[in-house]
């Protein structure tokens, strides 16, 4: 076996794609303080301003102009008709923005971090993923559904213990070439054509020597 069939391949996590996890979560989890700011300061601190305005407009004739007055030694809105009324559901809409992105934006974030030291090797005796590990004699079926289309496929392994699993080869979340690359080394340690499908539930992948001898056709009698 050649050296470039045994060598070390490492697919670290896409630096795109922890890019894109940082700024979803940075901007969930800025606009969910924004809205609970909102709902606990900012619209409480509107209502009872116009609740003020009201007030003033009940209490006295020349309430517009005692209003600028008043608004302007407090840095208030000095205009009247810009003081606008909220209703409890304005305050509780900031409430439950907040309820939907912090926890999202949060999710998003920590991914981001979890995902620094993800990647997925291979190397002479096997292949190593977030999911776990196999040793090439263990891994059973490459899962190319979505490999052509998506750049994502499965390798399937069944352990020492009879137990079925799997690793995720992404070329979106990991760096595409290594990623292509230990494909590549999967399809051939189960002697399929890169890309091809998985066999069927069941079947039984052939050794790679088998494998070439029986794509390989009949020669000619007397050759």
Not at 124 to 140: K, M, Q, Y
Request: net charge negative; proline share 5%.
């Amino acid at each position: 076996m050649n050296d470039a069939a045994t060598a070390p391949l490492r697919a670290r996590i896409s630096k795109g794609y922890r890019i894109r996890l940082a700024l979803i979560g940075l901007g969930l989890t800025a606009f969910g303080c924004w809205a609970l700011y909102d709902g606990f300061i900012e619209y409480p601190r509107r209502a009872e301003v116009y609740a003020q305005l009201q007030q003033m407009q009940e209490d006295h004739v020349d309430w517009a102009t005692r209003w600028q007055a008043y608004a302007a030694e407090r840095g208030l809105e000095t205009n009247p008709n810009k003081v606008k009324p909220l209703e409890d559901k304005d305050i509780w809409t900031q409430y439950v923005m907040a309820a939907i992105c912090l926890p999202i934006g949060g999710f998003f974030l920590l991914n981001f971090v979890r995902a620094s030291g993800r990647k997925v090797e291979a190397d002479a005796l096997g292949i190593r993923g977030r999911e776990g590990s196999a040793t090439w004699d263990e891994v059973h079926g490459l899962d190319d559904a979505r490999w052509r289309t998506k750049g994502i496929s499965r390798v399937l392994f069944r352990d020492a213990g009879g137990a079925e699993g799997k690793i995720v080869l992404d070329d979106w979340k990991y760096e595409r070439e290594p990623t292509v690359a230990i494909h590549a080394r999967v399809a051939e340690k189960l002697g399929l054509e890169d890309g091809a499908a998985v066999p069927a539930e069941g079947a039984e992948t052939p050794p790679p020597a088998e494998a070439a001898e029986a794509a390989e056709p009949d020669k000619p009698s007397g050759a």
